[in-house]
């Protein structure tokens, strides 16, 4: 069944692993939930310096939201609340005193990449795929999970991104700052516990400092969300063209967008 899973090693390294690998570990409204129920486990721990988040196998990081569940879940009417769960999870991994790193094997899609961006490091392995595909679906990038991009990338990556909707392979995402390093994909999981064993060796309350001024630093460039931005968002949702984007999915073919 698809799961998000904690697990604690003795050398106070957490792993939160996405379990869903016949959907390539896309994440449901209900993962989401777990995953925020997770982080505030690892916020209350003593012990956890450092968490790992990954995907189950070593073909998806996560694929994005599960489309298939869109017609239950992000309606016109749910899609408010599905955005405030998803952010709620990511905001809660963002706002950790630990730090975090992303392993990213292969697909690290969509929603995939707002999980990766919420992370403080990305690892990734030499075959990864990454992509923000919104406009391939008829929806609009969530605003946090945007300026989370724009943060990493700046707005000129972020643009290329947001309005190509094309997918780049590992050595671009390194070179636009997505990932922080690139590795063998059967090196990675070496590599990943070996960086996350050598931070949590580091002063913990030093590496708390650092991510609490930066994180203020963030929040204090971003503006309030104005109404506009949050009606283009429920437009996309109401749209024909977000239920031809599903249809589409759903039929593997083209879609065929109206702009209505």
Same mark, same amino acid.
């Given at each position: ?18 379990? !869903?690998?016949?959907?390539? !570990? ?60 998803? %952010? ?32 403080d490091l990305r690892l990734a392995d030499d075959l990864a795929t990454f992509a923000v595909p ?16 724009? !943060?990493? +990338? ?26 922080? %390093? ?22 913990? +309350? ?23 931005? +949050? ?19 759903? %039929?593997?073919?083209?879609? !065929?967008?109206?702009?209505?």
């Amino acid at each position: 069944m698809p799961s998000i899973q904690l697990e604690v090693t003795q050398d106070s390294v957490a792993t939160l692993s996405i379990h !869903n690998e016949h959907k390539h !570990n896309a994440i449901s409204v209900t993962m989401w939930k777990e995953l925020a129920a997770h982080v505030a486990v690892i916020a209350r721990s003593q012990s956890v310096r450092v968490v790992i988040v990954r995907g189950a196998g070593l073909t998806s990081f996560a694929a994005g939201a599960d489309i298939s569940s869109f017609e239950k879940e992000r309606t016109t009417a749910t899609a408010r609340h599905y955005d405030e769960t998803t %952010e709620e999870a990511l905001s809660s991994l963002a706002a950790l005193t630990v730090p975090t790193i992303a392993q990213i094997h292969g697909y690290c899609i969509g929603g995939g990449l707002s999980l990766a961006l919420a992370c403080d490091l990305r690892l990734a392995d030499d075959l990864a795929t990454f992509a923000v595909p919104a406009a391939r679906l008829g929806l609009a990038y969530p605003p946090q999970s945007l300026e989370r991009l724009v !943060n990493t +990338l700046g707005e000129s990556s972020a643009r290329y991104l947001l309005l190509s909707a094309q997918r780049i392979d590992a050595p671009t995402a390194l070179r636009l700052g997505i990932v922080h %390093e690139i590795h063998a994909r059967d090196a990675l999981d070496t590599r990943a516990i070996e960086l996350a064993t050598a931070i949590a060796a580091l002063a913990p +309350l030093s590496l708390s400092a650092a991510k609490l001024q930066l994180r203020h630093r963030q929040l204090s460039r971003a503006q309030a969300l104005s109404p506009d931005v +949050l009606d283009a968002v429920q437009s996309c949702l109401s749209s024909q063209d977000y239920k031809e984007g599903q249809r589409a999915f759903q %039929e593997k073919r083209s879609p !065929n967008f109206t702009g209505a």
